[in-house]
């Protein structure tokens, strides 16, 4: 919220527009509301425009009222399918969903809607046709040229939580702040600029979030350098404390490569936010010469052959070819400390 308003005194935006879900379910704490709606006061230099989403539907009745009870001057809300005049000479089509699964366009009154001269922007939520954003809870079908069948001079999108344009005049803005590993893409806000009805919306992408979320993924072939690779696949230093850093490592490696590739990743671990590696995709290339770091003969080097065989066996339970490896592997990391 504040991150939002200071972008907007930064950039001389008259107008926050929120496209729904800006509380995530239909009965937040009533301390949600409150300080939401007194971090919204203090940005006074801005006009907050807030529409319900599917989470936050305009039939949950106690959450909006309450809304509306706290809500300071500088905030709108648009509980209704009706235009508002945002400013002299622009008006905003709202289509607020009313329930959890609306199941239907909420956006098809747009075209019908009388503005007169005025110039047009649309705020909806859901998706879009042919885009599944289920784990999201979005149901409603948007047509992709809903801007330009209603005549918007742009049309803002919420629902989907990563950033994305599905046209140059229509955007889903994604949420200020990631909450989880499935979009690449950067939090950001968006800028829009509208200069006249006939040109093109300006719009650009503002960064908001504070915190990463990176998910890399580490497909390793036998002959690649592993801890290169990983070294390439690291942030840089001074973003790793604001960064949540998950793993997964696929593909094969050999014993020495798969050891020194997790005492780096037990080494580079302490720097991040939060950090997890998974090396049960990781299969296991079996040679005689990794074997010759733990022992060349003896008790030692006679368990580190039944291991390796009992990790190749595919004839074995999964769960017993993963603790063979895992026991290998340190095998391994005692050899090397050693
Ligand atoms: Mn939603």
Redesign the pocket.
């Known amino acids: 919220m504040n991150k939002l308003a200071a972008l907007a005194k930064e950039n001389a935006a008259s107008h926050i527009l929120l496209a ?2 800006t509380f995530d379910q239909t009965t937040p704490a009533p301390t949600v509301i409150r300080q939401a709606m007194n971090a919204m006061r203090a940005a006074e230099h801005v006009v907050w425009i807030l529409m319900p ?3 936050d539907h305009a039939n949950a009745t106690e959450l909006w009222r309450q809304v509306v009870q706290d809500a300071p001057e500088n905030v709108v809300v648009l509980l209704k399918p009706a235009p508002h005049e945002i400013v002299k000479g622009a008006v905003l089509l709202p289509a607020p ?1 009313s329930e959890r699964h609306p199941g239907r366009d909420l956006t098809d009154w747009f075209e019908g809607a009388g503005t007169g001269d005025a110039l047009r922007i649309g705020l909806a ?2 998706s879009v046709t042919d885009f599944d ?1 289920s784990e ?3 149901s409603s079908i948007i047509p992709i040229d809903r801007a330009r069948r209603a005549g918007l001079a742009y049309l803002g999108l ?2 989907w939580h990563g950033q994305m344009p599905i046209g140059t005049d229509t955007w889903y803005s994604g949420a200020p702040e990631a909450d989880g590993f499935k979009h690449a893409t950067t939090p950001a806000a968006l800028l829009v600029e509208i200069l006249s009805a006939g040109a093109p919306a300006k719009v650009t992408s503002l960064p908001t979030g504070s915190i990463t979320w990176q998910r890399a993924r580490l497909d390793l072939t036998e002959d690649d350098d592993a801890a290169a690779l990983h070294d390439r696949v690291l942030p840089p230093l001074a973003a790793r404390a604001l960064t949540l850093f998950d793993m997964p490592v696929t593909g094969r490696a050999h014993a020495l490569a798969r050891v020194a590739l997790e005492q780096a990743t037990v080494n580079v671990a302490p720097d991040f936010l939060w950090h997890r590696t998974d090396f049960s995709g990781l299969g296991m290339v079996h040679d005689t010469d990794d074997l010759d770091a733990i022992d060349h003969r003896g008790a030692l080097r006679a368990a580190a052959e039944t291991l390796a065989t009992e990790a190749s066996d595919t004839r074995l339970a999964p769960e017993v070819r993963e603790a063979a490896q895992v026991a290998l592997s340190h095998l391994f990391s005692y050899a090397l400390e050693a």
Do not use: R
């Open positions: 729904g879900d989403g599917n989470h969903p939520h859901g954003s999201e809870g979005g919420g629902d």
